[in-house]
């Protein structure tokens, strides 16, 4: 099939969240840093023991590119953090952590709104998948003024399971009722190509996340600089 036909007969988009829709660097080094500076009563030995166990630099305010809070669930974050804080409950670490992520200062990839406006006017479904949980996920949309524009929204704790496995996907493939080929997973993270092969859909890679194009290659039919490209990419354009 010609590039061209087969873009035309993409009628649905389903994006990752940080690292996608929203710049990965630019939202969470910041949230990062003032949560586990709070975290440890501003303690900056304790706050950067806390950092340590999850990838995160906090004196120099970066992430590691392998550090697991990338594709994690709150689940996966708090198990690394809770042997830092012999204290406290699992449950309420969570709690918590998805309570401060929801006022997490959000740095669009592209501008939102008109580029998901441009993919509606087509007729094109769109949706949201991500391993952070859907409140705090919801509450990023209703920020960027977006939530109401996607027809799908799944977090890790919206009983369709996390990513790599495909859950997330597959619901929002019958949610619209659109089979594998009609559809696009596009994310920044090895995580979201997996669940996209897995789910039998196309695969878009993009590097507002922290992973390369050395380390998604294998996984994506494409990969392009951020989000904003993707318009191009779906008229058949050479991006």
Partial sequence: ML????????AGLLFDKDGTL????????????????????????????????IGFDYIQRAFDPLSPVIAGTP????????PEL??????????H????????????????????DGFAAQ??????????????????????????????IAGSDSGFGAKPRPGQLLAFLETTGLM?????????SRHDLLAGRAAGMGTVAVLTGLATSAELSDLADVILPDIGYLPAYLAGCDV
């Fill in 3 to 10: 590039k061209e036909q087969l873009m035309q007969a993409i």
């Fill in 22 to 53: 929203f710049d990965f660097n630019a939202t969470w080094t910041v949230w990062a840093h003032g949560f586990l500076g709070a975290l440890a009563g501003g303690d900056a030995a304790r706050a950067t023991a806390l950092g340590q166990a």
């Fill in 75 to 82: 689940e996966d974050i708090a198990a690394l953090l809770l």
């Fill in 86 to 95: 012999p204290d406290r409950a699992e449950a309420d670490l969570i709690h």
């Fill in 97 to 116: 952590m998805n309570t401060a992520a929801a006022d997490a200062p959000m740095a669009e990839a592209a501008p939102l709104a008109p580029l998901l």
């Fill in 123 to 152: 007729g094109i479904k769109l949706g949201v998948a991500t391993n952070d949980a859907e409140a705090p996920a919801r509450a990023h949309l209703a920020e960027a003024g977006v939530e109401l524009r996607f027809d799908f």
């Fill in 180 to 188: 594998p080929e009609q559809a696009l997973m596009i994310g920044d």
